[in-house]
């Protein structure tokens, strides 16, 4: 049973990488990188879902290739291809597209 106030999502998660990482964050958050988001993913409460990070091009310098955390899936979208084009992609093959939450 989860703490009281949290809620448990069952609703799997496609997320734009970078999209998140260019917002305004609060100070405590800053530096937030992909190995650091995939990590807070993991210790929300959407840590129990299906969480799919998406960046866009290919693995930068000092970047993880995989996610460090077993539960969150890190992908790139490879040259000439977006973020968004991968996503799209994976709501086009999804058995139950509305089921998603995009970030």
């Given at each position: ?62 970047s ?9 899936k ?30």
């Open positions: 049973m989860p703490p009281h106030g949290v809620r448990i999502f069952h609703m799997p998660l496609l997320i734009d990488c970078y999209n998140v990482l260019h917002t305004t964050m609060p100070p405590h958050l800053a530096g937030l990188d992909e190995a650091r988001l995939c990590h807070l993913l993991m210790a929300s409460p959407f840590g129990g879902t299906k969480i799919t990070v998406v960046c866009d091009g290919k693995v930068k310098p000092h993880p290739a995989v996610s460090p955390v077993d539960s969150v890190l992908i790139y979208s490879g040259p000439r291809r977006s973020a968004d084009d991968l996503i799209i992609k994976q709501i086009g093959v999804d058995t139950a597209p509305r089921r998603l939450i995009v970030v």
